[in-house]
């Protein structure tokens, strides 16, 4: 299996900074490729958001660098999903310890996605999203947000929730709270299916039609397309006065 890549982020409309930060990362292995892509929207004052996603985009990075060459062929994705949540709980009491010597307070979602073979996991916290496109769109992760657990417990419609003022009220994210519980899953990789991660800044403004629409997998033939697909997802997004940063990474299995 191979992988056609495009990541791009935006500062948006009225941010003074950009808190999102990405990760990439593709190795060569003997029947295809290896494919490592991490997206995590920090939250803050100042540059305190920005800290939090880069530190977790640095640590993975060394991760990928480090340990997953001695553990391709010794471990399987459920353990690999276990060393990344611990990866993550470790971060997490750094963060969180960082930000009360600076009597602050900083945080970041981490959607991350593996796929070696044919197969993928997950790894997610927050509200940042994971869809998976065929002939439709599935969104795989479900919104860690108060307003998102409402309306999975039907005291909330989903028409009401998009305009709830709890919408970016966090159940959980990396460095701000005592403990964290990634979700993970699997799955299988199919050829001709195009992964999406995004901050909430894209999705907000986009529906699902239009975000397949946009990266419906018959119409990604090359990175290119791909690429030139993904900016006019943000480009929208930014035209419906969306104010938060927007970043978002394509995958094409091939």
Avoid at 2 to 12: E, N, R
Wanted: net charge neutral.
């Amino acid at each position: 299996m191979k992988f056609l890549v495009s990541a791009d982020t935006d500062i948006g409309i009225s941010k003074q900074t950009n808190q999102d930060s990405l990760c990439v990362r593709v190795a060569e292995i003997p029947d295809g490729q290896i494919l490592m892509a991490i997206l995590c929207d920090g939250m803050g004052g100042l540059a305190k958001g920005e800290l939090a996603s880069a530190t977790v985009i640095r640590a993975f990075s060394d991760w990928f660098e480090r340990e997953l060459p001695w553990q391709v062929g010794r471990m399987e994705l459920p353990d690999l999903a276990r060393r990344w949540n611990e990866i993550i709980v470790q971060l997490n009491g750094r963060i969180l310890e960082h930000a009360r010597r600076l009597r602050t307070s900083m945080g970041t979602t981490f959607t991350g996605l593996l796929a070696i073979n044919n197969r993928f996991m997950y790894v997610h916290v927050g509200d940042s999203r994971f869809y998976k496109i065929t002939r439709d769109l599935a969104q795989v992760t479900e919104d860690q947000t108060v307003v998102s657990r409402d309306v999975r417990r039907g005291v909330l419609s989903e028409q009401d929730a998009k305009t709830d003022p709890r919408r970016n009220v966090l159940l959980q994210c990396v460095g701000a709270m005592a403990t964290v519980v990634p979700e993970a899953g699997y799955g299988i990789v199919d050829e001709e299916t195009v992964f999406m991660l995004c901050s909430d800044g894209l999705y907000h403004e986009l529906t699902p039609a239009e975000i397949f629409e946009s990266l419906n997998p018959a119409r990604m033939r090359d990175k290119a397309s791909l690429q030139r697909s993904a900016r006019r997802l943000i480009d929208t997004a930014k035209k419906r006065n969306e104010k938060d940063n927007i970043s978002v990474i394509a995958v094409k299995a091939l």
